[in-house]
């Protein structure tokens, strides 16, 4: 069994920046395309950002495209996600998502895809 564990929230002003941070604890020569996605209360889970397994390829929605920027580091088997320029409205539950599937150097960007997920960490941007 795979455990992701998320850090790195907490509340913040608007314009201000946030980096989170994904653990995962099973490492594999082939490492785990990852997901971020957010909830809002009373909102649907939403993607956010992807990386594959490598890093070399991620993409970003368009809603954070600019501001955020998710990268990896392979070695420790982080998973990171830097926010910036955060807006009340980016305020929400950021979770991170591990694909059990080998997908190359491709992103995994739909929710029904990921098989293990974190446990969730508070991002929260005042106005």
């Known amino acids: 069994q795979v455990q992701l564990v998320e850090s790195g929230g907490g509340l913040v002003q608007a314009g201000g920046s946030l980096r989170l941070s994904c ?17 809002a209360p009373g909102k649907e889970r939403e993607f956010v ?3 594959s397994g490598s890093g070399g390829n991620a993409y970003h929605a368009d809603s954070v495209k600019g ?8 070695i420790k088997n982080i998973v990171y ?6 807006k009340p ?10 694909d059990e599937n080998y997908r190359g150097d491709f992103v995994v960007s739909s ?4 098989d ?3 446990q ?5 941007v005042s106005s």
């Open 89 to 98: 409205e980016d305020t929400a539950v950021y979770y991170c998502a591990a």
């Open 49 to 51: 950002a992807g990386i």
């Open 67 to 74: 501001r955020f920027t998710t990268s990896r580091d392979n």
């Open 120 to 124: 969730g960490t508070q991002v929260t």
């Open 23 to 39: 653990a995962i604890s099973r490492r594999r020569f082939r490492p785990y395309a990852v997901g971020w996605f957010r909830q």
């Open 116 to 118: 293990y997920w974190g």
């Open 111 to 114: 929710i029904r895809d990921f």
């Open 81 to 86: 996600l830097q926010m910036g320029s955060l």
